[in-house]
Structures are given as C-alpha cells and as structure tokens.
Antibody, heavy 118, light 107 residues
C-alpha cells in the first residue's frame, strides 16, 4: 500500500520560503506525476503543481513565479518550495499521487498545516 | 483555466435519503472528472474516477454519471459516515481545478 507523508516547518515568516518534502513509501516513486495541493482553513482545494520523476514540472499559473518542485528518486521523495510567502499562503498542504491513465489523485498524504506569521 | 462549478454548496439530508450533487465544467472535459469525499481534518479520498467508475473499496451506494461538461454524483441510502464534504476535480488539462465543494449535513 502506497503511503505519503509530508514534512517541513509548520511556521514560516512572511517573505520567506516555504519548503516541504513528501516521502513515498510502499511503492516506487518512479513513473508517476506527484502533486501538491493546498487548502486554506474552511475553504476549497487549490492545485499548486506537479512534478514527474523525469523532472518535468507543471505549475499553477497563479503561483508559477514563486513555485519550484523537484524529485529525489534515490530517497523516494519529492519537494515543494514556495517563495515570498504571505499570510494568504497559510493552508494545509497535501502531497498526492497522480494516477497514470485518468490522472486522478489516488493516494494522498495526511496533510501538514503551514502558518505564515511573523 | 477550466472552471468547475459545483451545486449546491451545502445540502441537508436524512439517513436513508438519496442525494445528488452536480458539477459543471466551463468547457468540455470529456470524462476526465473525479469525485472526492473529505471528512474534517482528513485528506480527500477518491470515490469516483473517470466520471462513473467506482474506486476500489468505495461502497456501491456512490455513483457518478455525465460527460462533456455536466456531471453528477449520487449517494443513495445515506449512511452516517457519508456526511462530509464532496469535491469534483477535472484532469483534462492543467492547471487542475476543483469545484468549490458541497457540504453534506445531517437534517
């Protein structure tokens, strides 16, 4: 059974960079797209972007100037960096696997709350 | 971007009822439409993929239909564990987009 676990600081100061890592266990990271999705408290889901194990990335245009994603196949991990954060970036951040084929999200991490505050 | 419009945004129903949630895409997405259930403090869970295919392990009281721009999620014979939020999501193109969600509450 594939499992995903997010890790990273729970508190980030405004203007700094939010950095999260997702560790994949129970299966190989290779051959899939891996996504980051966030959800502000009480609100809906926002797709941040995705990274393939080949290194190909796609980002949400609304965040593209501030987002970088990467993958480390040797560690079965992928990462998110979001620069110049503001309070509007406070949210629960989820990592998820894009299924091959229909490209839905079949496995999710439990989510990690990141608060932007000084 | 493809806009996904879900309705209603909230819904009250009783145990045993059948409910329907609608999702409309701003342009055709063929069958690249998926439904998720989310409970408080938990990650979303895939219920239906490709508009009408039941994800493994999901009870058969959940069903989906539609293609093109108009889709529905139907939950029959509501059980206590079904009271949650539901989201549709398109994977036809990037950026991936979600509906705003439907909060299903007990009447």
């Amino acid at each position: 059974q594939v499992q995903l676990q997010e890790s990273g600081p729970g508190l980030v100061k405004p203007s700094e960079t939010l950095s999260l890592t997702c560790t994949v266990s129970g299966g190989s990271i290779s051959g899939y797209y891996w996504s980051w999705i966030r959800q502000p408290a009480g609100k809906g889901l926002e797709w941040i972007g995705r990274v393939h194990t080949s290194g190909t990335t796609n980002y949400n245009p609304s965040l593209k100037s501030r987002v970088t994603m990467s993958v480390d196949r040797s560690k079965n991990q992928f990462s998110l960096n979001l620069s110049s954060v503001t309070v509007a970036d406070t949210a629960v951040y989820y990592c998820a696997r894009d299924s091959n084929g229909w490209r839905n999200y079949d496995y999710w991490g439990q989510g990690t709350l990141v608060t932007v505050s000084s | 971007d493809i806009q996904m419009t879900q309705s209603p945004s909230s819904l009250s129903a009783s145990l045993g009822d059948t409910v329907t949630i609608t999702c409309r895409a701003s342009q055709t997405i063929t069958s690249y439409l998926h439904w998720y259930q989310q409970k408080p403090g938990k990650a979303p869970n895939l219920l239906i993929y490709a508009a009408s295919s039941l994800q493994s392990g999901v009870p058969s009281r959940f069903s989906g239909s539609g293609s093109g721009t108009d889709f529905t999620l139907t939950i029959s014979s509501l059980q206590p564990e079904d009271f949650a939020s539901y989201y549709c999501q398109q994977s036809y193109s990037t950026p991936r987009t979600f509906g705003q969600g439907t909060n299903l509450e007990i009447k």
